[in-house]
């Protein structure tokens, strides 16, 4: 950062799904707030001044091939959340949303019953598949789609190569250990049935999309909201060349905790940890991430007010620390927990 | 057929979109005026006794690949017509049909505006491209949609293989003369650019679906219906084996024609017929197509009330033909007309 009283010109976001897009709401509202405007500008040059460029790098761990078409749930969730097109109350999908192919589909006896596919929701499938198939990456296609919803980020696919999320389990009706993919874990089975490990498939053999580690390198601080550490930041990270440039970069790196006592605020982050063998805890997840004088990844760590007590151990591993009011419950509140972790950036 | 008044127990049927679906409602509704029901069992054995087995072989040439997925807008105007799922004033499409989707495609501005993409027809799109992803055939996939309309006919492509029907035509735009898509000088265009040359692009390396010629050299009567003689009933016949079985095929083959006075009943036959040089009459379309017994296609040939002069020059041509009312108003109009055309064949 130039500054301890500067906005800063350049942020750069890690995000999965629901928690990062409520995270990214905050963030713009404290940009205009502060008098700032979102740049979606040329990337090349300056920042113009009032201006603030915020780049978000998401999770496509998730993605799923589904009847033909590309499904990106996070990607999809922040640019509905940001351009105004979000079911607010499912906190996923398409506001005014209809279900009657979805309805078909259930007749046919074909598709996956308890994935939400709505009318609106699909045209961004089919939309994202056709631009695909014309020759266009994933970041490129993700660049045509958000013309329509203006998110006020730059938003890119943390690669542009295919990689799936899977779960090991002991498949319920069967009794065998199978990989499922994450979704299926996720929503068929509600992360309710015995998990052994998660692997981000094919991650070794992706890049990251073009623009991403300069993201990080040139950014003047990066965020990681209270996103899911395991498969939302992590799966980010299993990408080579992302921890090592998150490791390295010149900016303070802050992140947020997902864990407020020791349960996650909103999703499963919980039932992952416990997979992966980490502390459900705020302390136990920066304790995960790591802290940068020890070749980790966060110079700060927000945990919640309740959380208080965590903060010398979060300091003791080299962590700056502080506990505020977590949970974002609408956007006004939400830009004011950012604000504390941008003021933990220059602390 | 087995004798003068027994009831035909395997027709086969070839059929286009609206017109063919219209006419074999009229079948089906004849079929069960006379007693019988359709049977769609077994097709190895006999046919039990007051059953009647319709097979219908579908053109797939109109078939599109929009966003990832393959649309077959012949197979599904049939099965939506004989399931109860069609929109009767369009005649094509699902009925209680929505268009969010399509809406949505709109605001992303990818896609082709002008093809209509109902929400729940989208539903037998994504079910067809995903029985085909996991290995099935088009004929297959076909069986498996059809089992949730029931249409009391067993539909089949009339091949599994991609052929698909393209129009030259001279670019209203650049004034260029370019190859396009059947759907684009059809539906984009309404038939109203000049057009010079129609080709099933790929149907000489095509091979019939599976029962296609067995339907053919089984039947006891075949049926053409009024369908388009150029890009419905002609596609089919690009199919290398179709039209030599149907030649050969020792049940006759009776067809009823799309052409009223010196214009289509429905469609844009006219333009069509045009394009291929062929006389836009009833007359004209009965020596395209050809009497068996010079090696053409038909034994019979029903044309409308109001084009009687034209018998003696059709029977003439070695084809036997009647003038009857041809408008498929209703389905018992339609079912008198289908009775007609039974008549003729046992002539």
Redesign the interface.
Known sequence: MTGQHTFPKRITVLSGGVGGARFLEGLLRLVARRGFEPWTGSTDGEVPDGRVQITVVANTGDDLR????LVCPDLDTVMYTLGGGIDRDRGWG?SQ??W??????T?????LPWFGLG??D???H??R???L?EGRSLSEATE??C??WNPGVRLLPMSDDRIETHVLITNPASGERENVHFQEYWIRYGAAVPAFAITPQWAEHAKPAPGVLEAIDNADVVLLPPSNPVVSIGTILSVPGIAETLKGCPAPVIGVSGIIGSDHVRGMARQLLEVVGVEVSAAGVAAHYGSRTSGGLLDGWLIDSSDAAQLPRIEALGIRAEAVPLWMTEPDVTADMVAESLRLASR
């Open positions: 589904l009847h033909g078409l398409r949303e209809t009657n192919a979805k309805e078909e589909l007749h046919y006896g074909v598709g009318d609106r699909l045209a961004t089919l939309a598949t056709q631009l198939a045509v789609l013309r329509r």
